[in-house]
């Protein structure tokens, strides 16, 4: 059975990953080829998202979308934000790009934008359609449609989680020496620490446990390593901003 | 100019308003009369809502829809989710009245929500259009579409808010006692906490600042007055969780 595409809903997966230096978000190619000479017209990427088929669920094709474009069919999705405005589809590519699909650019498209952060060494993408790709985050040009702006809005919160919840953690191994730590935040946040300053935020934060253990190596100083309490980061959470009992 | 109704897309506003005891909810009786006879089919209550127009922005349309029932026109309005379900509209009075508004119940409707929290005291309902009233969370019944789930989700995302930011605040006066809060605390929370287990974590948390003040009246032991150090609140969230310098 042929599935009518909803015409005026779409969803778009900022899928960010972390390759133990940098934060990177996976974009996909676009290329319009002319009809009769197969020329190309234009090329550039756009994040993962496509239309939901009539009476799908929304968080069902964000998955169905990413599966068919990387083969990654088992990740953490969350709802961040839709977005509607519309003028969101107004460059003169895009209504070509959407045209080229048999649709119609002039329809009030509403995208519903779902995000992700996973370790890069620990997912393959399995490239199952078009070509798909981690690019840094704070490299990835002009992207199609208002992707830059979707892109922006996944980003801060993402940015936002990383100060409230313990999220650092899920992606830094069960021991970490400092260094990696201060690498992550630094990737995420976009912006350098002070070496100096940031142990002294460590030296703080009693659900960061110095661990007797180091790397083993040839380094003159080995690093130490360092262990995540949850149960103390909650604790310490509830005792000075959570009323309830 | 007629403006065109998307078919596709509306918006819900989940209104929460505190009254100095309860936590209430803003919600718009639906009643529906026979065509010809006049005759009462059904009544009963959803949140405010309804569709957008075609080319309407998202928050544009929650503003519109608001101030049209209520004459509220310059509240904080936040998205919170889209629903986006195939089965939101399933109950037949819910396509009876779709159909009664001219629209097809059959086709696949997104609903993006946004929600609010406000003083009731402060706030002036103008009823400019339908009959609109302010129900305690705990008692609304069945609503209309899929709206409890949508309420249920709210409340959530409100509570979550709650322990994480310093929302509670903004809905206590500059100088509150610890009753006062506590009230509040309760009303969002949906439970009841004891009086010296509460009064114990305040004394840890340094943001809370008591006064000299004290409430004048004839009780015999006048409540002490607190207030709300937002620096101090922040300088303790930053040290403890945030590693920005």
Known sequence: MKRSIHQNISVDCVIFGFDSSELKVL??????????????????RTLTGNHIYLHEELESAARRILDDLTGIDDIYLEQFFTFGSPSRISKEKDKQWIRSQGRNPDEHIVT????????????????????????????????????????????????????????????????????QMQTLY?????VEYDKGNFRKKVAKMKYLIPLDEKIVGNAHR??????????VYEFTRKQLFDFSV
Do not use: C
Not at 27 to 44: A, N, P, Q, S, W
């Open 186 to 190: 630094q990737a995420i946040m976009g």
């Open 222 to 231: 080995p690093p130490r390593l360092y262990f995540f309490s949850r149960d």
């Open 112 to 179: 519903v934008g779902y995000f992700s952060l996973l370790d890069i060494n620990r997912v393959e993408i399995k490239h199952k359609d078009r070509n798909v790709a981690w690019y840094p985050v704070g490299e990835v040009g002009e992207l199609g449609f208002d992707h830059n702006e979707i892109l922006d809005k996944a980003l801060s919160t993402l940015r936002d989680k990383l100060m409230k919840e313990p999220l650092a953690y899920e992606l830094l191994p069960d021991k970490f020496t400092l260094t």
């Open 27 to 44: 974009l996909v190619e676009r290329e319009l080829h002319d009809e009769k000479t197969g020329e190309l017209i234009f090329k550039d």
